[in-house]
């Protein structure tokens, strides 16, 4: 497996919460990129736009947005990413969930998960951070796959040229509900007055983190972007685009756009930007999938067809035992003691009714076209043998009879 090659560039400030007596100016959002591993022969530092090849297990960044005040809330995001710090740096374990999708999907949700008890352990030992939290994004390029995890509405968003900018992840919001249920638009999202409500986010006491994941293919030229919402909180989706394309191959000038721009519109938050672009690698061709594209729709097709054959297997065998059942209950029913006999109908004849008296004897038989009285079943049985006989005899032309 080749290793890409990315340039790097991360920035966090507290923007338009500076507050110079408060720590960290106020500042309570908090990052992360681990550029190489333990063992990679390299340290995880990097020089802002200097392409780097990645070592085999890739790299890792995180940007998380803490709430509380000035006094808890960067002390969330704090632990939040010290978390994720602490996570990766188990080189066996990281290891150990690198290969599939699957895997490394599932290691960075623990991650999260992770993040969030010790939020909340901190924050029960230290009354003054009680109510603190944070939210947090984790992204993981490996091979040629992004696999990223979330809790909260920092985002993650990824450019490509011949598609332009789209956001990869989806915020767990107040607003992003609303959206959901088409009760308003994307537009009227972006300046609705309860746009700062997250629904998910680590801290939260009421519940356990709940966090989401997914994993897709990049390509040379691809830009990942992850950021705070004081970023995309005043720019729109096509004004960092836009910024995003002009700013071409050089990834530290994009930053400090995207800086300007949301300063000149009058930020109001901390503003936290990672941005990893892609310089080696597959060439994305829309005309035809790649093989990494191939392999990761095959997986989601695969899977697909899985589950639906397993809820068509499910639903035949509740079919045999529904219809089972039906037909032991039928059969219970029929109530026929040991006396009782029943004459099965043929071509010719059939049985109307069959009373049966209860004293170990059958009452009568009805015969369309004939009526008699029996007593036993020896009697029975002479008398169906010899209707038998009758129909017979009756049915047969006496023309055929007497050729024979």
Known sequence: MENLKVKFVAFTDAAGKVNEAAPRRGNEDNMFVKVRFAGDNSDCSFVPGQEMELGKLGCVMAVADGMGGMNAGEVASEIAINTVREAFSDIQEVSRHSS?????????????????????????????????GSTIIVAWIYGTELTISWCGDSRAYLYRESEGLRQISKDHSYVQSLVDEGKITEDEAFSHPYNNIVTRSLGDTSCKA?????????????????????????????????????????????????????????????????????????????????????????????????????????????????????????????????????????????????????NGSVDQIDIP??????????????????????????????ESIKMN
């Open 210 to 358: 709940r966090p989401d994941a997914r994993t897709l293919p990049v390509y040379r030229d691809d830009i990942i972007m992850l950021n705070s919402d004081g970023l995309n909180g005043v720019l729109k989706d096509d004004v960092m685009e836009s910024i995003i394309r002009d700013a071409g191959d050089n990834i530290v000038l994009c930053r400090e756009k995207l800086w300007y721009a949301a300063e000149s519109l009058g930020w109001y938050d901390n503003v936290t930007v990672v941005l990893a672009r892609i310089t080696g690698g597959l060439q994305y061709d829309c005309r035809q999938l790649s093989a990494a594209d191939t392999g990761y729709y095959i997986f989601r097709v695969k899977k697909s067809i899985f589950f639906m054959m397993a809820a068509s297997i499910f639903l035949i065998v509740a079919a045999v035992i529904a219809y089972s059942l039906l037909n032991v209950r039928s059969d219970e029913d029929i109530d026929c003691s040991e006396d009782t006999v029943i004459v099965n109908p043929d071509s010719t004849m059939t049985v109307e009714s069959v009373q049966n008296t209860g």
């Open 369 to 398: 076209g004939q009526h008699k009285e029996i007593g036993t079943d020896s009697e029975l049985k002479l008398q169906k043998a010899s209707a038998e006989q009758q129909i017979v005899k009756d049915t047969i032309p006496q």
């Open 100 to 132: 599939t999708a699957r895997l490394r999907e599932s290691f960075l949700s623990n991650v999260i998960v992770g993040a969030d008890k010790a939020v909340k352990l901190y924050s029960s030992q230290n009354p003054e951070c009680q109510g603190m």
